[in-house]
């Protein structure tokens, strides 16, 4: 087990990866497609919105202790640099995030979202069965955005059956990510 929460990046080959269609599939049910799109540059000057024909792009999550997802970004990322910079911008912000409660797709089903100045920035990473649950899990995400240490380096995620791109010390690393 870690000994606290952190925020660890992903990265995607390209737009069209099966794993990044999924993130994509499960953050389009728990938010609403007209809130998630954000200028190709905040306030923060993060770049980040949806994935497109770009060679490698990532997402970040936040994982507990017990290495279970807490929740995960609302937006697909160009580059490491400006997903982890947008991090550091959430952190800075946390006071400001809203937490938005919705019903999942399934009866019983819950979840949520957080926004930043009327934008959704941050989902769920499940669903759950219950309302107290849900929130338990929303709170959980806003104590550990605070204390998350946050990685220097992202992973490559491979679809099954897909090779990944080794570094020469054959970690699993994004190189160009």
């Known amino acids: 087990m870690a000994d606290s929460p952190r925020v660890v990046f992903s990265s995607f080959r390209s737009g069209g990866d099966p794993m990044l269609d999924s993130w994509t599939r499960f953050r389009d049910a ?15 000057g993060v770049a980040a919105g949806s994935a497109g024909a770009q060679d490698r792009s990532g997402v970040w999550r936040i994982l507990a202790t017990n290495n279970r997802e807490l929740c995960r970004s ?11 910079a947008h991090v550091l911008h959430l952190r800075e912000q946390v006071e400001k995030l809203v937490v938005t409660p919705v019903v999942g797709p399934r009866p019983g089903s819950r979840g949520w979202y957080m926004t930043l100045d009327g934008v959704v920035v941050i989902t769920c990473g ?17 104590e550990a955005l605070v204390g998350a240490v946050i990685m220097d380096e992202a992973r ?22």
Do not use: K, N
């Open 30 to 44: 728990v938010a609403p497609a007209s809130t998630v799109e954000r200028p190709r540059a905040s306030r923060s």
């Open 74 to 84: 609302a937006h697909v990322y160009p580059t490491f640099a400006t997903a982890r």
């Open 126 to 142: 499940r669903w759950y069965g219950a309302a107290a649950s849900s929130g338990e899990a929303a709170t959980a995400s806003l």
């Open 156 to 177: 490559d995620v491979t679809a099954p059956g897909r090779r990944a791109t080794r570094d020469p010390a054959g970690d699993r690393r994004a190189l160009t990510w």
